[in-house]
């Protein structure tokens, strides 16, 4: 175990993984904020599928892939793996996306966030934004010493884990977690594949509403919820991959958020595959087109950003 002393308030503790190589970074020194006494046991379970699933995160924690020096790009993305807010489909919409980015020279960060939850949370539909905040601030606040670039900072996000990315690129001016630095909380570009953007039950995915806000949600937490209708002139550049056939999560949510972002003329790619369902992550077997590589190319093409935009939001 090392220690490390990045401030007199706060101590990150690394550990290796053994299985992946990797480091893990805990989102916060204590209790999560909104966090009730008591913790529900953590649970791994790979399926006849291959996919391993995770659920009942009570402590949540960042797992780093950083690239090596020579091919470091000072870029970052913070990847949510998506499972309906009720699991985290960990590998195939988490780790094997970072490793992939830290190939290309992008440091990447796969967070293990805490799933909605009346047992462990007083608030449960902010306790995953929350963990997504503290997420984007340790690698903000910690990005010249790990080689990124405070603006070339971004997050990705799949299925529900779009959801919940695309609720930090949205909500980012309201801090739900301490924030005494004042650090920017806005992701600086977004990746989502095949995401749930809305909380309208006309196309939503019911699963990860009910799970977020429970069986009968108000309007106005639908309202705050459904993304496409919390872009302003500050939400940033966004990739949406999803594909034509996925009916769980109809494609209507990402051209929901594509034309709200473009109304604005913010930078959107919408990348639409004909088939491939729901869940296939990192390759899309009925494509020879990937969305990774195009998602690559996007990123290099951005425009950069106004100079003031990293300080935004930081109230």
Same mark, same amino acid.
């Given at each position: 175990?090392?220690?490390?002393? +990045? /401030? ?9 993984? /053994? ?15 909104? /966090? ?63 490793? $992939? ?23 449960? #539909?902010?306790?995953?934004? $929350? ?26 996000? +799949? ?29 600086? +570009? ?12 006309? +196309? ?82 009925? /494509? ?18 106004? #100079? ?8």
């Amino acid at each position: 175990m090392i220690s490390l002393k +990045f /401030s007199a308030a706060f101590i990150m503790t690394f550990l290796t993984l /053994s299985l992946y190589g990797q480091e893990i970074i805990d989102l916060y020194e204590g209790p999560p904020p909104g /966090s009730k006494i008591g913790s529900e046991p953590e649970i791994a379970e790979s399926g006849g599928d291959g996919i391993t699933r995770v659920s009942q995160v009570s402590e949540p924690q960042l797992i780093a892939y950083f690239p090596e020096k020579e091919k470091n790009t000072g870029k970052a993305v913070i990847v949510f793996p998506g499972g309906g807010y009720g699991i985290l489909a960990i590998d195939h919409e988490g780790y094997d996306v970072a490793e $992939q980015l830290a190939a290309q020279g992008i440091a990447a960060f796969v967070v293990k966030y805490r799933l909605p939850s009346d047992a462990i949370m007083e608030d449960k #539909s902010i306790g995953p934004l $929350q963990d997504a905040q503290r997420a984007i601030q340790i690698v903000r606040e910690n990005a010249r010493q790990w080689g990124i670039g405070e603006d070339k900072i971004g997050i990705a996000g +799949f299925s529900a884990g779009g959801h919940l990315a695309s609720t930090l690129g949205t909500h980012f001016a309201k801090p739900l977690i301490p924030n005494k630095k004042k650090t920017s909380l806005r992701p600086d +570009f977004m990746l989502l594949g095949y995401p749930v953007i809305t909380m309208d039950e006309t +196309f939503t995915h019911m699963g990860s509403r009910t799970n977020l806000l429970g069986p009968a949600p108000s309007s106005a937490l639908i309202e705050h919820y459904s993304n496409e209708k919390q872009v302003n002139a500050d939400t940033p550049p966004t990739f949406l991959g999803p594909a034509q056939d996925h009916h769980a999560v109809p494609i209507k949510n990402s051209e929901s958020l594509r034309d709200a972002l473009a109304r604005l003329n913010i930078h959107v790619h919408l990348m639409i595959y004909e088939k491939g369902g729901h869940g296939f992550g990192l390759n899309n077997p009925t /494509s020879t087109e990937q969305w990774f590589d195009q998602f690559i190319a996007w990123l290099s093409q951005l425009p950069s950003p106004p #100079s003031d935009i990293s300080l935004r939001g930081a109230d």
